[in-house]
């Protein structure tokens, strides 16, 4: 029987779960990220915070080692609490911008390039289920850095300072996991957002940098001019540190508040959130 005689019918089959499809994608997609030098030795860089830590941590515990040393009030100095970690988390926070712009740009950009997306919603996928795979793969990829060393600190950090450590700072294990992975999570958007609006991979890592950079280039300004320190606001990294604050019970810096941090950074997630989706589509049409 010739083809043009047939009649196409809709596919009636089986169907695989909702978690099923949107896994796929990430397990081939890690292995290709890691294959990119860049983003591998970005990684490994970022280790480097992460060790150096654990040795303060150690040393920081051995009491013991400082009166050997007969340097038993330097002890104090190095003591492990929440601005010790806050201190780590801004470093990390760095490393995850770095990761977002070298990975995020290879994950939407090529497909809208190249009209893969007509491929992807021809199947049992909407945009919501595609945007999700795409940050499953990004958020994945940033918690190697950020909360998940974390938590290997905080771990040391209680087995060697004892339970008393632990009742006296309970909140820190909520407060640092909860703040990272509200970064990452908030990263990720920006650099699936930027990829989907500029189709070169190189620009897009460009433009998530510049969104940091000169944001915090642009608040200081509008400070400057206006005399008021609500420019800082446009900062999504100091919106962030000063919910970290919040959350760690530390004094924010610069007279600032926690809730036009947090304000701030709903709205812009929502922003970026728009704008991802507003790129998803099989077909665009341009007048």
């Known amino acids: ?21 949107l896994l796929a ?19 490994m860089l970022s280790m480097l915070p992460v060790v150096v830590a654990m040795a303060m941590i150690y040393v920081g515990n051995r009491q013991d080692l400082w009166r050997g040393l007969g340097m038993g009030d330097a ?7 929440a601005s010790f970690f806050l201190i780590w988390m801004n470093a990390q926070a760095a490393f995850a911008v770095i990761l977002a712009a070298l990975a995020g740009p290879g994950l939407v950009a090529p497909d809208l390039a190249n009209g893969g997306l007509s491929l992807y919603f021809s199947r049992p996928q909407t945009p919501r289920d595609y945007a999700a795979a795409r940050l499953i793969v990004l958020t994945g990829l940033l ?7 974390a938590a290997l600190l905080l771990l040391l950090q209680s087995s060697m300072a004892g339970w008393d450590w632990v009742a006296a700072n309970w909140r820190l294990a909520p407060a640092i ?10 990263v990720s958007l920006v650099a699936l957002a930027s990829s989907a609006w500029v189709k070169w991979r190189i620009i897009a890592g460009a433009l998530i ?56 950074l709903a709205a812009m997630t929502l922003v970026f959130g728009w704008a991802l989706l507003r790129k998803l589509r099989a077909v665009e049409v341009v007048k």
Not at 75 to 81: D, G, Q
Not at 143 to 149: A, D, E, G
Not at 225 to 240: D, S, T
């Open 75 to 81: 002890a104090k100095m190095l003591e492990i609490n």
């Open 177 to 186: 996991l909860g703040g990272l992975m509200l970064w990452i999570f908030f």
């Open 209 to 264: 940098l510049a969104l940091f950079f000169v944001t915090a280039g642009a608040g200081q300004v509008i400070n400057a001019v206006f005399r008021e320190r609500w420019g800082l606001y446009l900062n999504p990294a100091v919106n962030m540190s000063n919910l970290w604050h919040a959350f760690l019970g530390l004094e924010l810096p610069r007279d600032l508040e926690a809730w036009p941090s947090a304000v701030c």
């Open 143 to 149: 918690s190697l850095p950020t909360w998940i060393p």
């Open 1 to 21: 029987m010739a083809v043009y005689k047939r009649g196409y019918q809709r596919y009636s089959g089986p169907l695989t779960g909702r978690w099923t499809r």
């Open 25 to 43: 994608f990430p397990r081939f997609a890690w292995r290709r990220m890691m294959d990119q030098r860049l983003v591998l030795i970005a990684l």
